[in-house]
């Protein structure tokens, strides 16, 4: 296995951002910064074409935090200051940003507990020395050999994506530094059959390097196979079914319909139903729902977060009862709680929120098999296509891309594209019946907060038995 090295920038301005922080710790009651320092690569083969360039996701700068009377500010840099000046710098930016900061806005006292840290992921292959001809010649194998396949099938692509993520937190109290490594990719293709053209996908993800390249190459033969499938599927009867949900729509069902929910923010704001809900029934008492970057390994997870608290693992459902939130520094302060360390940023200079993580309904003790068998007419449920939050009404807005008809326990061979799936989330969370002792994450997306600040996030669990109604 290969260790991913720290950031060599961020080592070597660690003891000028260490000066700065000890130089401004007298003059404000609290000083901390953020050092990010993330590179990637994107590779990709599709018509006629291979592309290799930079990640959409790379960037390098610094946030400064303070407070002073109960006022809280940040200010980003992308650059440091030559010579011994960035303490003045950063003071003269933190003052007159003090000085034109809404007096109203008061927090109880930023924390910043004694802590020392340091966390470095592994992947089997370096994903940033492999050689690009090499990567891209194994996309295009999965991209030819797709296409190989039929002659209905009429567009293929493959894509791969890596990361390497650094950072760097300092506070006079606090010194955490993080590096690893993430990676996603998808085999996508198009088939046609007269005026009919359906669209499909496969994701790949997880903590690894390049290894995630020779991933794709395999998966041909059964994503063709679901991509001609398409071609013959039909159109549900809308109506109330009973639905076995495949782990990437249980996971997305816990992300969009339920996740956003409990993003403390919202509490602040007002804008969730969650915090009426809080020590009372939301699910059936067999489901368990937990969030955190400590709470699995997958794309969400980290050391610490963007405010600098370590990474936790947080049951936000036990039993069936809504138990917590999950919450950055800030929401924490205002409700009085403990902060979860979901505190991040879609980049250093912009505001940090309360958001997801590695988010999933942990595994049961049901077998899938007993699942199928148990359904009289419904529907098995996979692969999603879009999902949207709705964390003050609780609807639940889902599309899947694939319906599986069941009959009498067994799949009849019957399929449907798309499904829209719709209902009030505790009432489809408190219809759950069983749920599979499988369980999968899924990292290939990521997730914003309405229209924006998009972060890294997982999301997934196992085979979930519910009532939904579906159209």
């Given at each position: 296995?290969?260790?991913?090295?720290?950031?060599?920038?961020?080592?070597?301005?660690?003891?000028?951002?260490?000066?700065?922080?000890?130089?401004?710790?007298?003059?404000?009651?609290?000083?901390?910064?953020?050092?990010?320092?993330?590179?990637?690569?994107?590779?990709?083969?599709?018509?006629?074409?291979?592309?290799?360039?930079?990640?959409?996701?790379?960037?390098?700068?610094?946030?400064?935090?303070?407070?002073?009377?109960?006022?809280?500010?940040?200010?980003?840099?992308?650059?440091?200051?030559?010579?011994?000046?960035?303490?003045?710098?950063?003071?003269?930016?933190?003052?007159?940003?003090?000085?034109?900061?809404?007096?109203?806005?008061?927090?109880?006292?930023?924390?910043?507990?004694?802590?020392?840290?340091?966390?470095?992921?592994?992947?089997?292959?370096?994903?940033?020395?492999?050689?690009?001809?090499?990567?891209?010649?194994?996309?295009?194998?999965?991209?030819?050999?797709?296409?190989?396949?039929?002659?209905?099938?009429?567009?293929?692509?493959?894509?791969?994506?890596?990361?390497?993520?650094?950072?760097?937190?300092?506070?006079?109290?606090?010194?955490?530094?993080?590096?690893?490594?993430?990676?996603?990719?998808?085999?996508?293709?198009?088939?046609?059959?007269?005026?009919?053209?359906?669209?499909?996908?496969?994701?790949?993800?997880?903590?690894?390097?390049?290894?995630?390249?020779?991933?794709?190459?395999?998966?041909?033969?059964?994503?063709?196979?679901?991509?001609?499938?398409?071609?013959?599927?039909?159109?549900?009867?809308?109506?109330?079914?009973?639905?076995?949900?495949?782990?990437?729509?249980?996971?997305?069902?816990?992300?969009?319909?339920?996740?956003?929910?409990?993003?403390?923010?919202?509490?602040?704001?007002?804008?969730?139903?969650?915090?009426?809900?809080?020590?009372?029934?939301?699910?059936?008492?067999?489901?368990?729902?937990?969030?955190?970057?400590?709470?699995?390994?997958?794309?969400?997870?980290?050391?610490?977060?963007?405010?600098?608290?370590?990474a936790t693992a947080t049951q936000i459902i036990?039993?069936?009862?809504?138990?917590?939130?999950?919450?950055?520094?800030?929401?924490?302060?205002?409700?009085?709680?403990?902060?979860?360390?979901?505190?991040?940023?879609?980049?250093?200079?912009?505001?940090?929120?309360?958001?997801?993580?590695?988010?999933?309904?942990?595994?049961?003790?049901?077998?899938?098999?007993?699942?199928?068998?148990?359904?009289?007419?419904?529907?098995?449920?996979?692969?999603?296509?879009?999902?949207m939050e709705d964390p003050k009404n609780w609807?639940?807005?889902?599309?899947?891309?694939?319906?599986?008809?069941?009959?009498?326990?067994?799949?009849?061979?019957?399929?449907?594209?798309?499904?829209?799936?719709?209902?009030?989330?505790?009432?489809?969370?408190?219809?759950?019946?069983?749920?599979?002792?499988?369980?999968?994450?899924?990292?290939?997306?990521?997730?914003?907060?309405?229209?924006?600040?998009?972060?890294?996030?997982?999301?997934?669990?196992?085979?979930?038995?519910?009532?939904?109604?579906?159209?």
């Amino acid at each position: 296995m290969h260790t991913c090295p720290p950031s060599a920038f961020l080592r070597h301005v660690a003891p000028l951002l260490e000066a700065t922080v000890t130089s401004l710790k007298a003059r404000y009651d609290y000083i901390s910064v953020l050092g990010t320092d993330s590179i990637g690569m994107n590779y990709s083969a599709s018509a006629g074409e291979l592309r290799a360039g930079d990640s959409s996701w790379i960037e390098r700068g610094f946030v400064f935090r303070a407070q002073k009377s109960g006022v809280i500010v940040e200010r980003a840099f992308n650059g440091l200051p030559p010579g011994d000046s960035l303490a003045d710098t950063v003071a003269d930016a933190l003052d007159a940003l003090f000085s034109t900061a809404n007096a109203a806005t008061h927090y109880p006292a930023l924390p910043d507990e004694k802590a020392r840290a340091e966390y470095f992921g592994t992947a089997k292959i370096e994903p940033f020395s492999a050689d690009p001809d090499l990567m891209l010649a194994k996309l295009a194998a999965a991209r030819d050999a797709l296409l190989a396949v039929s002659p209905e099938i009429v567009y293929a692509a493959a894509r791969a994506e890596f990361m390497q993520v650094a950072k760097l937190f300092i506070s006079p109290e606090r010194r955490l530094e993080q590096s690893f490594y993430w990676a996603q990719g998808y085999l996508v293709g198009v088939a046609k059959r007269g005026e009919l053209t359906r669209e499909d996908y496969q994701s790949f993800s997880g903590l690894k390097g390049a290894e995630l390249a020779d991933e794709v190459l395999p998966a041909v033969p059964a994503f063709a196979n679901e991509l001609l499938e398409l071609l013959d599927a039909g159109s549900i009867e809308p109506g109330e079914y009973e639905v076995i949900m495949d782990p990437d729509v249980t996971g997305t069902l816990a992300h969009e319909a339920f996740g956003h929910g409990v993003e403390t923010d919202m509490f602040v704001k007002g804008r969730a139903k969650a915090p009426a809900y809080l020590g009372k029934p939301v699910a059936s008492p067999i489901v368990q729902m937990f969030d955190g970057a400590a709470a699995a390994a997958h794309c969400g997870s980290y050391l610490f977060d963007d405010e600098g608290r370590l990474a936790t693992a947080t049951q936000i459902i036990k039993d069936g009862i809504l138990l917590a939130g999950i919450s950055d520094l800030q929401s924490a302060l205002i409700l009085g709680s403990a902060p979860t360390g979901n505190g991040r940023r879609q980049a250093y200079d912009h505001k940090a929120y309360a958001r997801m993580t590695n988010t999933y309904i942990a595994s049961g003790s049901d077998s899938y098999t007993d699942m199928l068998a148990s359904v009289k007419h419904g529907w098995l449920l996979q692969k999603m296509n879009s999902g949207m939050e709705d964390p003050k009404n609780w609807g639940i807005q889902l599309v899947v891309l694939l319906g599986r008809e069941i009959v009498d326990g067994a799949l009849s061979g019957r399929v449907v594209s798309p499904v829209v799936c719709s209902g009030y989330v505790p009432e489809v969370l408190s219809n759950i019946s069983m749920i599979s002792k499988d369980f999968e994450l899924s990292g290939s997306g990521y997730c914003g907060k309405g229209y924006k600040e998009y972060v890294k996030v997982s999301a997934g669990g196992p085979y979930v038995k519910t009532r939904m109604r579906l159209g």
